[in-house]
């Protein structure tokens, strides 16, 4: 049909093309002859001042004696033929058939195509396409076809357990007998829920590479339509279409864009999104199911969607896909790395141990950085450093070593970071310190980062004591160097964090004895789910405002004990950094003992930073001059 309609435009437009060269052409040959009336003609003849006439219809064109030519007209039905050739006159008669239909194409032509343009027009409204004027309402279901490029569950790692519930439903695409012998019924929908970027899409490509079936994606904003009742006509027209290619698979992603609960809001909700999430629930089980026909929705916003979508019958499975853990970062890394040449001294393990909470896209980035940053200096493989400096790259920023410090910030940045990071490694509950530095980075003039042994999956009290301690070992730090005047407005950002830390601990956690086992979260946030609020008294905000106060006053207690108690290792720490800018965990706790980084002592940057006491009191005077590097 599509071939048809291609090949009746380009005739209709040769000939409109045809007609306007035959009309220019007219025209330019009337231009280049001279116009004159009949009657001048004839008497031009009687006096023999005309050598050549050529008859082309009523056209006459006329050649005189002198060479001139003209045209005239001569009129309808008298016959001039004989009279000039009594006169001598040479006379040639053109044959009249293809300038007839050439005329009378002219004089039909605009009627031809504006007949054209209404059959065309009349065919998209009646459904022709399903970009026309009536065409809204068809599915823009895709038909996924992976020649090149194709997934399969090999491509897919970190999420075992999500994979094992979905390769059971492409079992029941492939044999279905293997279970309905036994009475079990294929699958309705699976639900794939999950963070962003953990692999939901991935998987539906992985199905679709492996269930040898036919596989329609759609978007849930797909439906979404600014006119009443085309989102519901679109859900029939997609399962119409799924019906005539059953067994087969329908995955709808982001499904949360038409699938919110129904009569939230103010005015009971949007009308036409109800409508068609109450299509796509009729489809889904209804009164004529759907044999056949298995959907696979993604979304990461399962407490917005309604109940009646949930239930067993429309989505009988809810898959969890999950942020990966340390052996599944491991395979992912490892999926990723086969595309790119890997050198001998690349530790995936290593990498994913220091990659706690990353996603699986997130992993796919850090490994697309390290490419790239071994490309841009020349690399023929990527090598653990070039991992390393993306890992960086990615989890604190690009450093931004364009920016000029003074000599003083950059000395209070090296004190605020050492006072982290020995406050972090005094308390066996934090987690190992992974690197320090006083490089910019983002919007961080420097900072220490640290990385879990393990996956973390729940936080006890004194693990989040000693974390609120170590966040607030930035600001002692700087009082303890330089006063209680001379601190900067760095610990701002520790400061917020040990604000949200404190506050999760007494208002959502129960971690504290006075405020008690109750969620004060939503009342002191001031976003409750109804209208009316849950309100609390003031005397229980003050209690909960009191109690955080406690808990970070007693975390800058800890800190600032720890490093008037450990000042000389604060002070080696410090001048460490200045000197070296960027130091790993390792080199840290070489450089706090009094170790050499190097392996001589006459390598460069071997020696130990000479120390500096550091006094007792909080009263600390500056140095007389900067310190320099030693």
Known sequence: MGNARNLAFWVVLFLMILALFNLFSDGTATMNSRQITYSDFIERVNNEQVSAVTID?????????????????????????DKLIAQGVEVKVLKQQQSGFMSLLGVWLPFILLIGVWI?????MQGGGKGGAMGFGKSRAKLLTEKHGRVTFDDVAGIDEAKEELE??????????????????????????????????????????????????????DFVEMFVGVGASRVRDMFEQAKKSAPCILFIDEIDAVGRSRGVG?????????????????????????????????????DVLDPALLRPGRFDRQIHVPNPDIKGREKILSVHARKVPVGPDVDLRIIARGTPGFSGADLMNLVNEAALMAARIGRRFVSMEDFEN??????????????????????????????????????????????????????????????????????HKDEAKQKLTMTMAGKAAEI??????????????????ASQLAR??????????????????????????????????????????????????EAYAEARRILIEKNTEFERLAQGLLEY??????????????????????????????VTAVPKAGKAARPESDPAPA
């Open 504 to 553: 999760a601990m007494v208002m959502r956690w129960g971690m504290s004895d006075k405020v008690g086992n109750i969620d004060y979260a939503e009342a002191h946030e001031g976003y409750s789910g109804n209208t009316g609020g849950f309100s609390v008294s003031a005397a229980t905000k003050e209690l909960i405002e009191q109690e955080v106060h406690d808990l970070i006053e």
């Open 57 to 81: 219809g009523e056209d006459l064109q006329i050649t005189g004696a002198d060479g001139q030519q003209y045209v005239t007209v001569r009129p309808q039905g008298e016959e001039i033929a």
């Open 480 to 497: 303890i160097k330089y006063g209680e005047e001379g601190v900067s407005n760095g610990p701002a950002s520790d400061i917020q964090q």
């Open 390 to 459: 993306a890992k960086d790259k990615v989890m604190l920023g690009v450093e931004r070593r364009s920016m000029v410090l003074t000599p003083e910030q950059k000395e209070k940045t090296a004190y605020h970071e050492a006072g982290h990071a020995v406050v972090g490694l005094s308390l066996p509950k934090c987690d190992p310190v992974y690197k320090a530095t006083i490089i910019p980075r983002g919007s961080a003039l420097g900072m220490v980062v640290s990385l879990p042994e393990m996956d973390r999956l729940n936080f």
């Open 120 to 124: 065309f027009f009349m065919n998209r």
């Open 168 to 221: 059971e439903i492409v079992e029941f695409l492939r044999n279905p007998q293997k279970f309905s012998r036994l009475g079990g019924k294929i699958p309705k929908g699976a639900l794939l829920v999950g963070p962003p970027g953990t692999g939901k899409t991935l998987l539906a490509r992985a199905i679709a590479g492996e269930a040898g079936v036919p596989f329609f994606t759609i978007s849930g904003s």
């Open 581 to 610: 800018e960027t130091l790993t965990g390792e080199e840290i706790g070489k450089i706090i003992r009094g170790e050499p980084l190097g392996g001589d002592d006459d390598t460069p940057g071997s020696a130990v930073p000479s």
């Open 266 to 302: 103010i005015g009971g909700g949007n009308d036409e999104r109800e409508q068609t999430l109450n299509q796509l629930l009729v489809e889904m089980d209804g009164f004529e199911a759907n044999e056949g026909i298995i959907i696979i929705a993604a979304t990461n916003r399962k």
